[in-house]
């Protein structure tokens, strides 16, 4: 953990704007102004970009990707700049805690894994890569985007602890376990072997 040398003013501050921030449903607002529907019918139901290209548009969900994982980048570099490095890691604790549960949506949001990969990117790039990386080779060796996420979510713990001065490692750990809370019926499915591929419904 970073050294909490903001106030508690800030430090709510920040926790209350990642919030904010996380709970835009990028995924949802591209989707209908394109004209693919309600996210909620379609596929798993899910916000996401996964879900986005069971539309078939493949710009809709590249762009839902894009704009996901820019939420949480934009929360962690905002709280940095403005207050510091404790704030900014509230900001990416909340952020994430936004997409997977915004107020907007009765609580009831995605699995948060491009906010994820964006925030990591924002908190240290190295980490914020190398987990890009686990992602897409994992997903390119499976083909199963929750999988991919789930190993680069475990890899995010190794990757601190290698590459940083693990002053992120706590919030590593925190931010892992709600990625496979969040995957838990993925990690049924995966179990049972009913996983959708990438590209299938």
Not at 24 to 37: N, T
Not at 48 to 71: M, S, Y
Not at 77 to 89: I, K, N, S, T, V
Request: charged fraction near 10%; aromatic fraction near 8%.
């Amino acid at each position: 953990m970073p050294p909490f040398d903001s106030s508690m003013t800030q430090l709510i501050l920040w926790a209350v704007l990642g919030y904010l921030m996380g709970s835009v449903p990028f995924g949802m607002i591209i989707a209908k102004v394109m004209g693919l529907g309600n996210l909620r019918n379609i596929g798993s139901g899910n916000i996401g970009a996964t879900n986005v290209l069971r539309t078939g548009n493949k710009a809709a969900a590249a762009l839902t990707l894009i704009f996901d994982a820019a939420k949480g980048a934009v929360a962690v570099l905002l709280a940095r700049a403005l207050a510091g490095e404790d704030a900014a890691q509230i900001a990416a604790l909340t952020a994430f805690l936004g997409h997977c549960f915004p107020v907007w949506l009765g609580f009831n949001g995605g699995k948060g894994v491009a906010t994820f990969l964006g925030l990591w990117l924002a908190l240290d790039w190295r980490v914020g890569v190398a987990c890009c990386l686990t992602w897409l080779v994992a997903a390119a060796i499976w083909r199963i985007s929750s999988l991919g996420a789930l190993v680069a979510a475990a890899m995010s713990v190794v990757w601190v602890l290698v590459l940083t001065d693990s002053s992120t490692f706590a919030l590593s750990i925190v931010l892992t376990l709600l990625v496979y809370w969040r995957h838990s019926a993925n990690l049924a499915r995966i179990k049972a072997g009913t996983e959708p591929k990438i590209g299938k419904s």
